[in-house]
């Protein structure tokens, strides 16, 4: 990723790129490589199973403290993503739409570190999600889980919400290194 290209195409000085690149490396999205400037960081098979250890066990705790505080308000807010995602063809916008649906299931717990932690663990996978959601044609059974785990919340069924999103997050995991080992 070069500084000076990335501020012509965006019609910006390099300060705002050279900034927006430090926050991509303290997301460790971005490596700086002497003498070579920035490239995007590969995870090997190994981060990614760790990554996904992590959001488990923190994504189990935000929708654990959620649930008794969902509402109806938090359901109409996750499902707006889930609508949007059945009419999405775009990689890119799942991701987003994903990580938003995700997030509206959270919220409620009112953790906003533990979010913002488990936001930058969703970013460092997000990348391969985005391709093997197309590419596997998974993203129908994906949706099926999102609406199956917003029915559970919304009634407060802590522990199948629970499993359900640990099967999810398992899943997820297992293609991500599918998906990894099919490019090497």
């Known amino acids: 990723l070069k500084q000076d290209v990335l501020a012509e195409r965006y019609q910006v000085s390099k300060i705002p790129v050279r900034e927006a690149l430090n926050q991509l490396m303290a997301e460790g999205l971005v490596t700086f490589v002497k003498n070579r400037g920035a490239m995007v960081t590969a995870l090997s098979a190994a981060e990614v199973e760790e990554i996904y250890a992590m959001r488990m066990a923190l ?58 932690t488990v936001s930058v663990l969703h970013n460092n996978v997000a990348r391969y999600l985005l391709l093997y959601l197309k590419e596997m044609d998974y993203q129908n059974v994906s949706q099926q889980e999102h609406w199956d785990m917003l029915d559970l919340v919304s009634r407060g069924e802590v522990n199948a919400a629970k499993t359900l999103l640990q099967q999810h997050m398992q899943s997820a995991l297992e293609n991500t290194l599918q998906f990894i080992a099919s490019r090497r």
Do not use: C
């Not at 959620?66 to 889930?82: N, Q, V, W």
């Not at 995602?85 to 649906?101: I, K």
């Open 59 to 116: 994504e189990q705790l935000a929708l654990e403290r959620s649930i008794g505080r969902f509402s109806a308000r938090d359901r109409i807010a996750a499902e707006t993503p889930l609508k949007l995602l059945e009419l999405s063809t775009d990689p890119v916008e799942w991701s987003h739409l994903n990580w938003e649906f995700h997030a509206s299931l959270y919220r409620p717990a009112a953790m906003p570190t533990l979010l913002e």
